[in-house]
């Protein structure tokens, strides 16, 4: 059992550094392939914008009617700037946009390319000369990474903004006071343990989907359990290394 463990964990690492070395080539040598980054973009981060509003004005929402009334017995109400960023920004945005994009495209990526290798066309691509990993890999790993970064901006800012709303019920002020209140209460390190745990997310997701997708064999029964463990393993590891990063944060702070 702990062999087997060790050999995912230099497998998937191994795996990793081909898609990287592959990144640099398909800048250069697959325009053909660029299609398939923006549809990835497209279908990782457009298409997933409603569902990340509704979620993202729903917690900037529970947050206010939750703590402002607590905060008001205790006369500090303007902790709500502080708590909204740390919620928000911090912790519960990225790793939100995370699940959203696991439930979404992990899904999909492991299904598709598992389907590829089953129906023979990763050989093909091979049989004419074309690297699979780079072609077809590395345009949904870039997208994915790409789209997760914008997808956790757009939780922040929506979350933050949607929130102000809410605050009107409680403690009607003018929105350039709300807006202000909150950039002075956001750090430079709030910002940027959020835009690394949105690529970091966005590398775990993408990463395994490709790897389990990649791995199957022959068999089409293999497809659906492709997806399968590309969702849990997406998920067991984001919320690893959702805690080692905050952990650090905390430290280092």
């Not at 964990?9 to 299609?35: C, E, M, N, S």
């Not at 497209?42 to 409603?50: E, G, I, K, R």
């Not at 745990?197 to 497809?223: H, N, P, W, Y």
Request: aromatic share 14%.
């Amino acid at each position: 059992m702990r062999l087997e463990f060790f050999s995912e964990i230099f497998y998937t690492f191994g795996f990793f550094t081909r898609l990287l070395k592959g990144v640099w080539h398909f800048i250069f040598r697959g325009k053909p392939f660029y299609r398939v980054l923006v549809m990835q973009i497209l279908f990782t981060f457009v298409d997933a914008l409603a569902l990340v509003s509704v979620l993202a004005l729903g917690i900037g929402a529970a947050v206010n009617v939750i703590s402002l009334p607590f905060l008001s017995s205790l006369g500090q109400n303007r902790m709500i700037y502080p708590l909204l960023i740390t919620i928000i920004t911090r912790e519960l945005g990225p790793l939100l946009a995370a699940f959203i994009v696991i439930a979404r495209s992990a899904t999909a990526i492991a299904t598709e390319t598992a389907g590829m290798v089953v129906s023979h066309e990763v050989e093909a691509y091979i049989s004419i000369g074309v690297d699979p990993i780079e072609q077809l890999g590395v345009p949904r790993f870039l997208g994915v990474c790409i789209a997760m970064f914008f997808l956790n901006i757009y939780f922040s800012i929506f979350g933050l903004a949607g929130s102000f709303v809410v605050v009107q019920l409680f403690n009607a002020m003018p929105a350039a006071l709300y807006f202000d209140n909150l950039l002075r209460n956001l750090s430079l390190a709030d910002l940027l343990i959020s835009l690394f745990k949105s690529i970091s997310f966005g590398v775990i997701i993408s990463l395994m989907a490709l790897r389990k997708g990649f791995s199957v064999d022959r068999a089409s029964t293999e497809i659906p359990v492709a997806g399968l463990q590309a969702v849990s393993k997406s998920f067991m590891w984001c919320i690893l290394v959702d805690i080692l990063l905050t952990a650090l944060y905390y430290i280092v702070n």
